[in-house]
């Protein structure tokens, strides 16, 4: 009986917001339309919900089978598909909006990407990284909405970002765990199943409503607030996640050219995106405020008055960290140092890890044998090691020098700039891998010295009849 009544609840529901957009297209007449599309909703939420139903759903599916930090990130990005999806709904009934709304409509949903990135900066030393970070790689592929011409390349472009992560997982699992290859094929799946309805239904950019109120604030917030018919949301979980869902995405409204600029700017704060909401209100700015000019001289302007200001401790906060080395575990953490060139790993075993996060300007010797090292975040970092059995990965960092003393099966390089790595005459059948990287090059003893030889940045693809052929393009002697 409590189901049952539960479902009348949301059936009602419904029904009063389907009846409220209905009238907030009344003036422009159509009251029975959006779109053309007489009593529902347009094709193109149609496909999107075919879309939910089938690819995310199995991707949900998949990732509660693994359950822990997978099936938490997992319920995140279902989230932001609904949120996706109510903003789709949106843009099928009201016209674009005014330039002055785009900020506030995009906010909600790049705190949504924000959020499912942080869980995987939260969580570094999580079993299930490589799948946080594959899923946290490509998730702005939603911000597609933003893009005003052809934005199917743009999910793609994410798409090949999650690969690099998930390829990891199949490599690790393939053999062992097919639960986890199901979860990547689920989780690709999305992207590319996305590509699709974008070239169907919104090829040249996200498509407004011709008719209909223009989009803003005030007209979203009135078409979906509840009239003094309609009872509150009961308090069991059902119904409540679905009003505030879909009052919350309505709000992710935005236009073709301002709303890149706008969401993408926001999206590429990482997690300097909190500062911003502890910043000063316009009326508390001297710059915009003539009045507190007056009041004082000691401020003659925004950038002269931030060094003493109460911002400046906030952009010194990330330093703030403690230096961190020590083993936990079977994992050796070096993090935050700072110009420290004494750094020395001796006692070694074979089944531990090394992981150096967000070092500047320092040099770290391990000695003996260890199973991997990951060099994550660094500047100007030295690494200098005897032996590893796995892999040496370094990932988002700049100007890094490696040094091999003895051997190493695999160094993989992506998102760097600048790395130089010197290899032992034991380490010559070394694999490097690289991506998305640059100002790379590999150091071979030669006669007593080192021969330098860059990797390849730039690559020529041609077809040769039956496939694709691609090597590196020499564009100089």
């Known amino acids: ?22 009238e907030a297209q009344r003036p422009l007449g159509d009251c029975g339309e959006v779109n053309g599309v007489n009593g529902g909703v347009s094709p193109s939420i149609e496909a999107f919900d075919k879309l939910m139903d089938s690819m995310v759903a199995e991707f949900l599916k998949n990732s509660r089978i693994l359950a822990g930090d997978v099936e938490t990130h997992a319920e995140m990005v279902h989230s932001a598909f609904q949120a996706q999806r109510a903003f789709l709904l949106m843009a099928s009934q009201y016209q ?47 911000g597609w909405i933003a893009v005003s011409s052809k934005p199917g390349p743009y999910v793609k ?31 690709l799946n999305i992207w590319s199943a996305l590509q699709a309805y974008i070239k169907e239904h919104h090829t040249t950019g996200l498509t407004w ?6 989009a803003s604030t005030e007209t979203v917030f009135s078409a979906l607030s509840p009239g003094p018919g309609l009872p509150p949301p009961p308090p069991p979980p059902p119904l409540p996640p679905g009003l505030p869902q879909l009052f919350d995405n309505k709000c992710r409204k935005e236009e073709s050219s ?53 911002t400046s401790p906030k952009s010194h906060l990330p330093q703030n960290h403690a230096p961190v080395f ?61 032996n590893v ?3 040496v990965d370094v990932i988002n960092s700049k100007d890094i020098q490696i040094q091999v003393m003895g051997r190493v099966p695999t160094i993989s390089i992506n998102k760097t700039e ?50 694709l052929v691609t090597e590196p393009a020499e564009i100089m002697a």
């Open 418 to 467: 600048g790395c130089h790595i010197y290899l032992s005459e034991e380490a010559l059948d070394c694999e490097i891998v690289s991506a998305k990287s640059s100002e790379m090059n590999i150091l071979i003893p030669q006669d007593g010295d080192y021969r330098e030889f860059p990797v390849p940045e730039q690559f020529k693809t041609t077809w040769d009849g039956s496939k």
């Open 209 to 214: 409503s011709k008719t209909g109120p223009i």
């Open 389 to 391: 059995v796995g892999i």
């Open 96 to 142: 674009q909006p005014q330039e002055n709304d785009v900020a506030t409509l995009l906010k909600p949903i790049s705190e949504k990407i924000q959020e499912i990135q942080t869980f995987r900066e939260r969580n570094r030393g999580s079993s299930m990284f490589n799948h946080l970070s594959a899923v946290s790689e490509s998730i702005p592929a939603l």
């Open 326 to 386: 020590e083993l936990e575990g079977r994992k050796w953490r070096v993090e935050y140092q700072e110009d420290r060139n004494d750094l020395v790993i001796t006692d070694t075993q074979l089944k531990q890890v090394a992981y150096i996060f967000k070092c500047n300007k320092s040099t770290l010797q391990i000695r003996g044998k260890v199973n991997s090292i990951t060099i994550d975040n660094c500047k100007k970092f030295g690494l200098v090691f005897d």
């Open 1 to 22: 009986m409590e189901m049952q009544g539960l479902m009348d609840r949301l059936e009602r529901a419904v029904v009063r917001l389907e009846v409220l957009s209905a």
């Open 258 to 310: 301002p709303s890149r600029s706008a969401l993408f700017a926001q999206l590429n704060q990482g997690e300097a995106i909190t500062n911003g909401l502890r910043h000063v209100t316009d009326d508390q700015m001297t710059h915009k405020n003539p009045s507190l000019r007056a009041q004082g001289g000691q401020t003659p302007s925004p950038a002269k008055s931030r060094p003493p200001g109460p």
């Open 157 to 187: 472009e994410m798409n090949d970002a999650a690969t690099f992560y998930t390829n990891r997982v199949l490599k690790d699992y393939k053999n062992s765990d097919l639960r986890h290859v199901d979860w990547v094929k689920s989780y």
